[in-house]
């Protein structure tokens, strides 16, 4: 009996294994699937990014021909500058970053990175050098060691552990049972939103891509996780074109531009100071997200007195 039990025992270790790695091999394709639409043209060039100048010209963009999302949209993010886009909920903002990256096509207009139409170029190589921070980053069920190489699997591990360092993850992981080899995912350790968001920093540390889009998590955050992770953010994105997708207005006020979307359009622009001074839909939304930080401030206060 023992006999038999033993290479069923086996074999049934050896079927979870390969069905955890179905699992992980479908979540790597739920990452990187692709629009089957968006194909490369013939004879696409590589993309050859000089100094990293993004440029949106009168883009427009609809899911489905019906309902607009984005009606005519232009702007810059200068080589080396941070531009933030805000909004209301359902404004379009993080279409804006799923056209960047091509998972869509324009409608109309063009989106252009040093000059060159996003449409002409290898998805491969648009890719390469883009940094993608998405709102919820896919882990695998791997150690964390494993999660952050992702971003790129030549990474020696004292490459793994600095790029964890600046995104302000390494003492986390340090602290987790087995360091750097703690098993993450459905069968291991369990990440927070913002523990998850600076794995995916680091990751994009090791990539190193000299554009970068951020879609911040629309979650609140505590204060202290948001401050490590805004400090992450200012870090990996120095020197970097970055986007930033922001649903908590403090995270972006040292952005170079604020971008205001409204129900598809521009609906302001400039920097915070600016924006807060002309007393616009901007300020309206930072005085409604100061009381309601406020209010859940005062309501901890009263948790902790009880
Ligand atoms: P939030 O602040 O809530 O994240 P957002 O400004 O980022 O919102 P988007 O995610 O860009 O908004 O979505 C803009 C609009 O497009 C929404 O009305 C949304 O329902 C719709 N939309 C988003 N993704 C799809 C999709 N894949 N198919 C159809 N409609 C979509």
Known sequence: MIQLYQPLNFMGMVYREIKQAIIDIEKMFNVL???????DVEGAAPLVVSAGNVRFEDVRFAYDPE???L?????????????????????????ISRLLFRLY????????????DIRNVTQASLRASIGMVPQDTVLFNDTIRYNIRYGRWDAGDAEVEEAAQLAQIDSFIRNSP?????QVGE??????GGEKQRVAIARTVLKAPPILVLDEATSALDSHTEHEIQEALERVSRGRTSLVIAHRLSTIIGADEIIVLDQGRIAERGTHVRLLAAGGLYA?????????EAAREKLAQIDDGN
């Open 33 to 39: 699937s692709r629009n089957p639409e968006i194909k």
């Open 71 to 95: 009606k005519g949209l232009s702007f810059e993010v200068p080589a080396g500058k941070t531009v933030a886009i805000v909004g209301p909920s359902g404004a379009g903002k993080s279409t």
């Open 105 to 116: 096509d324009v409608s109309n207009g063009k989106i252009l990175i040093d000059g060159q």
């Open 187 to 192: 069968r291991g350790l369990k990440l927070s």
């Open 178 to 182: 087995k360091g750097y080899e703690t």
């Open 284 to 292: 309206s939304m930072w005085n409604r997200q100061r009381e309601a």
């Open 67 to 69: 309902r607009p999302i």
